[in-house]
């Protein structure tokens, strides 16, 4: 039987209650969960690691956003799957969101609604995912 590789999430979250929270519920999935609590804490961890999926609060810091993140992570992993998490977005949000294939959920959040989309956000296995790399090479 082949061995199964857990999934790594980067979590970028400002607010270390609801941190905390997200890690929990994922690690008791049994994904690999490193934590952020900052924009410049997620570029170090983006460059120390490679990641399955990266998940980030919308507004960090008051002075970054999701999409700074995203970007950042882009840059060294093409096809990284990302997931923004928002109490509000606007519509110029929402769009940029599809336009860069980001998911969106909006607080508050369910948990069953969380842990179904980072599920469906990863590659269900390896050779899933060099499918979907070929398909769109």
Same mark, same amino acid.
């Given at each position: 039987m082949?061995?199964?590789?857990?999934?790594r999430?980067?979590?970028?979250?400002?607010?270390?209650?609801?941190?905390?929270?997200?890690?929990?519920?994922l @690690? !008791?999935q049994?994904?690999?969960?490193?934590s952020? %609590?900052?924009?410049?804490?997620a570029? $170090?961890s983006? $460059?120390?690691?490679?990641f399955? *999926?990266l998940?980030c609060?919308?507004? *960090? @810091?008051?002075?970054h956003?999701?999409? %700074?993140?995203i970007?950042?992570? $882009? !840059?060294?992993?093409p096809d990284?799957?990302?997931?923004?998490v928002?109490?509000y977005?606007?519509?110029?949000e929402?769009?940029r969101? @599809?336009?860069?294939?980001? $998911?969106v959920?909006?607080?508050?959040?369910?948990? @069953?609604?969380?842990?179904?989309?980072?599920?469906?956000?990863l590659?269900?296995?390896?050779?899933?995912h !060099?499918?979907?790399k070929?398909k769109?090479?």
């Amino acid at each position: 039987m082949a061995e199964h590789k857990k999934n790594r999430i980067l979590v970028v979250e400002d607010d270390p209650a609801v941190l905390t929270t997200y890690r929990m519920l994922l @690690e !008791q999935q049994g994904y690999a969960v490193v934590s952020a %609590e900052s924009y410049d804490q997620a570029k $170090r961890s983006l $460059r120390d690691g490679n990641f399955d *999926l990266l998940i980030c609060d919308l507004s *960090l @810091e008051k002075q970054h956003s999701a999409f %700074e993140v995203i970007e950042a992570a $882009r !840059q060294a992993h093409p096809d990284l799957a990302a997931v923004v998490v928002t109490g509000y977005a606007s519509p110029d949000e929402m769009s940029r969101a @599809e336009e860069t294939g980001v $998911r969106v959920l909006l607080k508050p959040i369910e948990i @069953e609604e969380f842990l179904s989309t980072i599920a469906n956000a990863l590659p269900k296995t390896y050779a899933d995912h !060099q499918k979907a790399k070929l398909k769109d090479a």
